[in-house]
């Protein structure tokens, strides 16, 4: 395939040629060190105006009403149906996650795996106009699509729940379950008459997947670094840093969300440094390479 | 291929059959629900006299002990350097592991992995005459090339220390370290003058990877349920009726050590009932296919 056939939905420009770049040079790296690291929302998929995973659990939340009104009181559910931003924020996004995470407990994981499918089937992007399913990056689906013919192994390394993106991660990305790194919920083991159960806890194991986590997550789940990663937000720098920091050949992208008329137009800011800054003025300082959804993307969605 | 030339280190017998009816069976299993899960010591490799990563541990020992005299001091390492069993028994075998995987704190993982390939290019096994790398069952190897050709998704399910047989497990078996689920140790993120560094630390992450950690480190670190695994002792018993818990074709096997002359003969033993059964017993209470060294490998290691 020559280069200019190469990557599509790619316009010609500083992000493309890095990328072209890599994937020549990622040619004399040895296989098992060809490892791909992604983050998920916002770098595979939209993330506005709030995450796929956040749609799911509202969305469940709603179903669970009809039997039983009285969660309407609690003060998570509350502020998520009352959809106020003040009023979410003093309670806190972490807690109202753990809040939400905790509809499911008690189910056993093809049991929640069947009711995310089951959402992803119908849901729809309201603002974008269309299904749920398809409000996928092309030109990062083209990215894995070129890593995937020299043999990279690719995961998913997600703030999100782990359980949640491997039940569509092989619709989506083509990623099996055991390629996704996110935030795990722990399960309780039981012997039940009809055998051993697992049931979904309302509890986190370990650290949510974030920032420092990213990185010793990757350690202990796939047992090997990165050697080209992407991000777009403060949680995904450590992700960053760690791919880069290498003697191979060695990529980080950070997608820059800048494209208000076929996405979003927003800045993910870094607080690691007292002051905030913007994610791709870190990339700069890194010598990342910025994806400018406006101008290197020449098709947005699948 | 002619069933007769499948499998070819498996003698005729139930065993096999079973293996062959299963293999059948698996056809019209959906694609990603084909996954196998193996135990590690005594069911792919040789555990006899000690574990392999244990003769791994104790050269290590061995090799500090020359620039770091005083080790030799230690409890535990006294113990392990006087091999005598009385002693080892009571520190207990999970102390003296501790202290042992506490000789690679601050080790960055590679720098691990490269000590582990060392170790196996070089280390024989003295009673079996034989390098350490050639300990593995050519029956096993077999049986895993077979579910490869079916597509399956071979995960390594070990008690032992996931880096350690991620170290190995690609050049023994074809398994990527993302495949391996076993203990782990906690690892230490910093930031160095050149960049985010790893470093082992002498904690184990959650718990030994045994009986029920088995089963729900499959889930949380895999994602998917095996309807094939294999085991050999009381620690598999979750794991193997978790893989036989389904309404899919499975298979759960347990090894038999009972050839003295070619390997070892010993009898791994479950103390789950108060009284201590052998794992054959199990086995055969719960409709498990057990497989006889001495009576169903015609050829041992590879």
Chains 1, 2 share one sequence.
């Not at 009403?65 to 924020?89: K, M, W, Y």
Request: charged share 25%; aromatic share 8%.
């Amino acid at each position: 395939v020559s280069d200019a056939a190469r990557l599509p939905s790619w316009r010609p420009g500083k992000a493309r040629n890095a990328i072209v770049r890599f994937l020549g040079d990622a040619e004399s790296v040895p296989r098992d060190e060809r490892v791909a690291c992604f983050d998920n929302d916002g770098t595979l998929c939209c993330e506005q105006p709030t995450y796929i995973q956040y749609e799911f659990f509202v969305d469940a939340l709603r179903r669970r009403l009809a039997s039983d009104a009285s969660l309407r009181t609690r003060a998570e559910f509350a502020a998520v149906l009352g959809n106020d931003p003040a009023e979410i924020a003093a309670i806190g996004l972490e807690r109202i996650a753990l809040a939400l995470a905790g509809l499911f407990e008690g189910l056993a994981p093809e049991a929640f795996a069947a009711e995310v499918r089951d959402f992803m089937t119908t849901a729809t992007h309201r603002r974008l106009g269309r299904p749920m399913r398809e409000v996928v990056y092309q030109p990062m689906l083209e990215l894995l699509d070129e890593l995937r013919a020299l043999d990279f192994t690719i995961a998913i390394v997600t703030g999100g729940g782990t359980e949640f993106v491997r039940a569509i991660s092989n619709a989506l990305y083509g990623t099996p379950a055991e390629l996704v790194v996110g935030t795990l919920i722990a399960y309780d083991f039981t012997r039940a008459p009809d055998g051993i159960q697992l049931r979904r806890t309302a509890r986190v194991l370990g650290d949510a997947n974030e920032g420092a986590a990213k990185v010793t997550n990757i350690q202990t789940q796939l047992g090997r670094r990165p050697i080209i990663a992407a991000g777009n937000s403060a949680g995904d720098q450590e992700m960053l840093a760690w791919a880069t920091n290498t003697t191979r050949a060695n990529l980080a992208l950070v997608i820059d969300h800048d494209d208000a008329e076929r996405e979003y137009a927003y800045e993910s800011r870094s607080a690691t440094l007292g002051e905030t800054e913007a994610i791709t003025a870190v990339a700069k300082r890194n010598g990342w390479t910025a994806v400018s959804m406006a101008d290197d993307w020449s098709t947005v969605f699948r």
